[in-house]
Structure formats: structure tokens, C-alpha cells
T-cell receptor, first 113, second 115 residues
């Protein structure tokens, strides 16, 4: 079985500040990890994914995430927040023979001017 | 090219009525997924299609829910005798193959409101 916990349902940052969205996972098989972003009234868009190899993954829009097996974490970061980053962010886990993704409950990011 | 499309974008129905939600995946994608997004519940997996077959229906919440896929393309999710707890956004996604390494591309969703 797999599960994802996103710490903080709502994160608020100032424009230009560091963005840190936390994700911890549980998986009985080597995990594949994903971050998706959802803008209002839109579907989910993939930001980045970790499958194998380098544990620091770079994605679109300046986001990156680091897979830390010892901490079972896959936190999402961006050095400097932009107003356009305001959205809801979902962490998801897949892996093994598990084609379906298990999602966290999401973190709503607010960026203040 | 075109992404995943879903119709209708919004559906309001009365309790007890049947509804059909449609998903058009990206052309050539063999795998198709339905998820439900409810307030406070996040995204819940409903069903997975590989081609026209549904090897995993484990997420369907009750026998009122069914889905089919024809021609390896369009999929329809049907909810019979809708209940208020069925109100949610229903998201469809497709991927090139049904493996965990393949990115799932999501449609904009259908917002279902059951009165």
C-alpha cells in the first residue's frame, strides 16, 4: 500500500520568498514520486517527477524537489516565489506494478505582494 | 496537439437522476484513468483502463458507478441514481502506456453538483 502526507493544507509566502511545500510518502516498493500543480478551474499539470537516478529533480517554472529515502520525503522548493505560483499543489506516489497514483490532499499556496 | 478533454464542464442534477461524464484522451494514449476530487478528500482513484479493458475498478465507490471505454479512445463514466455525496469534480487522465513511469495528463474535469 502507498500513501502520501502533505504537511500544511495552506501555505502563504511573500513574493520573492522561498517556497517550501512538504511531502512525505509511504511505500512498500521503490517509489516513483510526482508533484502536480492545479490552477483554478483547470486540470493537474505535472511539475516534476522522480523515478530513478539523480535524487534532486528539476521541474518547470523554477521548481525542484529532492528525494530523500531515509526521510521518506519529497519536498518541493522554489527559491523565489512569483505571484503566478499561487495554486494548489499535489504530491503523488506510484511505483511497482502500481500504475495508479496515490495523491496527497494538496497544499494551497498563496503568494502575497 | 490537443490535450485531454472532458464534457460537460459543469453538471447540475437532481438526486436520483443518472449522469454521464465523457472523457476524450490524448490520441494514441492507451491508458486512461478516472479520479474524483472532493473537498477534504483530495484525489481518489476510481478506475483504470488499458485499451478497452478495465483491469482495475477497485476505486469505484459503489455499484451505482460504472465506466466504459470504446475504440481505445473515448470513455464514459456513468453514475446511476445520484446522491448528494457524489458531488465532486471528476477528473480524467491519460498516459501513453499504463506504467507508473508515464506521466498522466489530466483534463480540466467535470464539476458535478447533485441537489
Amino acid at each position: 500500500a502507498q500513501s502520501v502526507t502533505q504537511l500544511g493544507s495552506h501555505v502563504s509566502v511573500s513574493e520573492g520568498a522561498l517556497v517550501l511545500l512538504r511531502c512525505n510518502y509511504s511505500s512498500s516498493v521503490p517509489p516513483y514520486l510526482f508533484w502536480y500543480v492545479q490552477y483554478p478551474n483547470q486540470g493537474l499539470q505535472l511539475l516534476l517527477k522522480y523515478t530513478t537516478g539523480a535524487t534532486l529533480v528539476k521541474g518547470i517554472n523554477g521548481f525542484e524537489a529532492e528525494f530523500k529515502k531515509s526521510e521518506t520525503s519529497f519536498h518541493l522548493t522554489k527559491p523565489s516565489a512569483h505571484m503566478s505560483d499561487a495554486a494548489e499543489y499535489f504530491c503523488a506516489v506510484g511505483g511497482g506494478s502500481n500504475y495508479k497514483l496515490t495523491f496527497g490532499k494538496g497544499t494551497l499556496l498563496t503568494v502575497n505582494p | 496537439g490537443a490535450g485531454v478533454s472532458q464534457s460537460p464542464s459543469n453538471k447540475v442534477t437532481e438526486k436520483g437522476k443518472d449522469v454521464e461524464l465523457r472523457c476524450d484522451p490524448i490520441s494514441g494514449h492507451t491508458a486512461l484513468y478516472w479520479y474524483r476530487q472532493s473537498l477534504g478528500q483530495g484525489l481518489e482513484f476510481l478506475i483504470y483502463f488499458q485499451g478497452n479493458s478495465a483491469p482495475d475498478k477497485s476505486g469505484l465507490p459503489s455499484d451505482r458507478f460504472s465506466a466504459e471505454r470504446t475504440g481505445g479512445s473515448v470513455s464514459t463514466l456513468t453514475i446511476q441514481r445520484t446522491q448528494q455525496e457524489d458531488s465532486a469534480v471528476y477528473l480524467c487522465a491519460s498516459s501513453l502506456f499504463g506504467t507508473e513511469q508515464n506521466e498522466q495528463f489530466f483534463g480540466p474535469g467535470t464539476r458535478l453538483t447533485v441537489l
